[in-house]
């Protein structure tokens, strides 16, 4: 069975940061392109940031964090990151792992696209 898995999340001051991991579970699963949406109470799910997977690797932002935060990944280990620097209030959320997934399940490899993590909670305090 396939899983997404984040954590890193937490609570953290104003101004501080956390590294949001996603790691990709189950039968010779890989992460294909991924991406970190974020749902703050009240509000539409939207996107942080996205990232592919073959070289060259291509990230792309939301306005809203470019330049404070990093998406990264470690194909050897199945993980994408996030990293969230010079955070604010407002970027308080759950934080979830989107990820387009090849896996091998009955003899074959497999594809499926928007398979979600269970989501991290990240608190900004001011």
């Known amino acids: 069975q396939v899983q997404l898995v984040e954590s890193g999340g937490g609570l953290v001051q104003a101004g501080g940061s956390l590294r949001l991991s996603c790691v990709a579970s189950?039968?010779?699963?890989?992460?294909?392109?991924a991406g970190w949406y974020r749902q703050a109470p009240g509000k539409q799910r939207e996107l942080a940031a996205t990232?592919?997977?073959?070289?060259?690797?291509?990230?792309n932002y939301a306005d809203s964090v470019k330049g404070r935060f990093t998406i990264s990944r470690d194909n050897a280990k199945n993980t994408v990151y996030l990293q969230m620097n010079n955070l604010k209030p407002e970027d308080t959320a759950v934080y979830y792992c989107?990820?387009?997934?090849?896996?091998?399940?009955?003899?074959?490899?497999?594809?499926?696209?928007?398979?979600w993590g269970q989501g991290t909670q990240v608190t900004v305090s001011s």
């Open positions: 990232i592919t997977r073959t070289s060259p690797v291509s990230t």
């Open positions: 189950g039968s010779s699963v890989s992460i294909n392109s």
């Open positions: 989107n990820a387009d997934i090849t896996y091998y399940n009955n003899g074959a490899f497999r594809r499926k696209s928007d398979y």
